[in-house]
């Protein structure tokens, strides 16, 4: 890639201090995002997905968390030495992110389009004088970014209280408020799996033609592999805090590199395969109050060799696809 990424994780690492002890949560992480890219982040439960997205935003509570080491650069600022005020201003109109659970975000209290034209107001002190607007004009674009996000009837919709609406509308009303800054790059951390089968297929379209028509640079965080061959042209696959591969989508479903992004997988239930068995990965997650030094993941890994004592680098092994594991040779071949 030629031109500097837009968003540049480089050497992030982060613990979080418990009555146990010091719990090694991301270690040495490295992720780029291009403009105009649309980044899968996967990866098992509690591998680091949420703390990773969230450390962008500087949203991980702290304490008990701790940056240990590292940059996260946007634009090239680098926002883990950037002042709370200055997050205020990059939070919605820089960066955005929408969460899971679409009702812990809405107030009960207030109608969504009172709760949508405060966020938009809210935006206003960061923004030029002329762009500024009126709450009544507010109030207007409000109501033009909830058909933006093909809510039926916003004008009615505007006035109804979050109970009022069903999870899927409540999900659109979030990205309409994380979409009303006009941010550069929209975060979302398993934006679906609160949602029905249908629905979640809805807000997926919708997320997409949001990418294209807003050419928004996306991080789209999840455990299911099938939104990621819709939605991402990368993806970076977590294993206990670490990244372990990086490539496009179609490297990586064509040749899985890394063992665990192999059983990952694997583990896919796939419609053509004969055998019905779905292949699970043997082991449990390291404990990371004290992770085995080097690669987290070589206690599970049948591959296993002294040398992953040491954590590999990243290294290019195609023109899409980077691994972090020696198996990998000086040639790119294991
Ligand atoms: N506030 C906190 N205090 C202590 N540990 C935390 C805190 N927040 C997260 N963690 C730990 O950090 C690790 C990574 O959590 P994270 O939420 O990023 O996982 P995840 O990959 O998003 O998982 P999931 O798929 O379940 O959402 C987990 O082991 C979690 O227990
Ligand atoms: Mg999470």
């Known amino acids: 890639m030629s031109e500097s990424p837009l968003l540049s994780i480089q050497d992030f ?102 709760q949508l034209v405060d966020v938009i107001m809210a935006h206003q002190r960061f923004l030029p004088q002329r762009e500024s607007r009126s709450r009544r ?45 006009r941010p550069q790059i929209l975060i979302a951390d398993e934006p679906t799996t609160a949602l029905d089968v249908t629905i979640q297929a809805q807000i997926l379209d919708l997320i997409g033609e949001l990418m294209k028509d807003l050419g928004l640079s996306v991080i789209l965080i999840t455990h299911d592999l099938g939104v990621v061959a819709l939605l991402c042209n990368r993806v970076v696959v977590m294993y206990s805090g670490q990244v372990v591969e990086d490539a496009s989508v179609k490297a990586l479903f064509d040749n899985p590199a890394h063992p665990y992004t192999q059983g990952l997988l694997a583990a896919v239930p796939h419609p053509g395969r004969s055998s019905g068995v779905l292949s699970g990965i043997p082991g ?51």
């Open 284 to 334: 449990q997650l390291p404990n990371l109050l004290d992770p085995p030094k080097g690669c987290r993941f070589q206690a599970r890994c049948s591959k296993a060799m002294a040398a992953c004592g040491e954590m590999a680098p990243l290294k290019r092994i195609g023109k899409d696809q980077s691994v972090a594991c020696w198996l990998y040779g000086e040639d790119g071949h294991a």
């Open 13 to 114: 690492s982060l613990e979080f201090n418990t009555f146990d002890g010091v719990y090694q949560a991301i270690a040495d992480v490295n992720i780029d995002l291009a403009k105009g890219e649309s980044l899968g982040i996967v990866g098992e439960t509690g591998c680091g997905k949420s703390v990773t997205a969230k450390s962008i935003l500087k949203l991980v509570p702290s304490p008990p968390g701790r940056v240990r080491a590292g940059r996260i650069l946007f634009n090239g600022e680098d926002l883990v030495q950037a002042s709370e005020e200055r997050m205020r201003a990059i939070r919605g109109l820089d960066i955005a992110m929408i969460f899971q659970d679409p009702m812990t975000f809405l107030n009960p209290v207030f109608t969504v389009g009172n």
């Open 137 to 181: 004009e507010a109030r207007d674009y409000a109501i033009e970014m909830l058909r933006k996000v093909h809510l039926p009837n916003p004008e009615t919709q505007f006035h109804n209280y979050p109970h009022q609406l069903s999870g899927g509308m409540r999900q659109r009303v979030l990205i309409a408020m994380a979409l009303s800054g």
